[in-house]
């Protein structure tokens, strides 16, 4: 994530609704990718959920009456705000798919809502009712999120009693957008052929029983030596999640390698990684911009490992956790380049559909 500047000069930050050295109301535009000034009357107005309750800063072109922002079209079931703690939940949820809608329009995913398209993508946040428990998941191009999961206290004790190192509400979205761009691009067998051999190649063959495999991964846990050829543990579970963590790792590379580069954090030292580190199986995919992608990728991946060590360590200097808790292994990368090619290779395809 870039920063952003005011008219006063003043810097802003992604989540700003009002600049605090001259008051300026502010806000986001995602087509330009830039902080605007909201005067009344003018350009852009506040997207509905911003104006009505304060969950949003993302703007929309001014003078059709309220309507809401690309990122909250997307909701179909909103928190009960009938709880005063639900507004504060949602407030964090809204940000943190913001903040993951953010790369996927960088990086030129369009994410079709349920309006445009029939495979487009809605989002349900539920909270959990007595005898009714809401798992967080993807199904057919509906994502539902556990409210519960926006209080730190309660999502501190999932990962802890699943014993995650990490685990966020970014880091959900991000997971789960994975697993229905999966659904939306490789589902459908007459879709994407060759790419969809390649991902077996990389990650497996997804077609073996998921629930089987569920039952083995909470009855047995990762196998033994799992950090070699995966991200996290979770991702040993079946190769669609093995997809989800790898494309969640991926933006969350990109995300923080943008955000030092915008900071000037981002040339410490030389990189760690050994050539020999990267020598690893280049996937072969149907792609016109092989090499040009390969090169932005390796440089993606240098950048990320001379910065996260230092990272780590900033993180420890507060008493916290480590900040990056992951090893990138040869294997590791094979798949993160597998979902930066296809990335970079399927959006166009997917528009023009
Ligand atoms: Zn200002
Ligand atoms: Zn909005
Ligand atoms: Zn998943």
Known sequence: MKYFTCKCQNTLFFDNSQCVACAREVGYDYETEEMVEITPGEKWQRCANGFDYQVCNWVVPAGNGPSLCPSCRLNR???????????????????????????????????????????????????????????????????????????DAIRELNRENLGEPYRTLLGHFRHEIAHYFWWLWFDDPKLNIELHQVFRGVFGDESVDYDAAIRVHYNQGAPIGWETSFITAYATMHPWEDWAETWAHYFLIIDAVETAQSFGLDNPRTCPLKVKDLEWTIPELPDPYGNQQYDAFISLIHQWSRMSPGLNEVSQSFGQRPLYPFVLSAKVMEKLYFVHCVCHHLPTATLSR
């Open 77 to 151: 079931v909103i928190p009960s705000l009938s709880l005063a703690i639900n507004q504060t939940r949602w407030a964090k949820i809204e940000a943190a798919k913001r903040r993951a809608l953010y790369s996927l329009i960088k990086t030129l995913i369009l994410i079709p809502s349920r309006k445009e398209s029939q495979r487009g993508l809605v989002f349900d946040f539920l909270s959990p009712q007595p005898n009714q428990p809401v798992l967080t998941g993807h199904d057919f191009g509906i994502i539902t999120l556990n409210i519960e999961e926006a209080d």
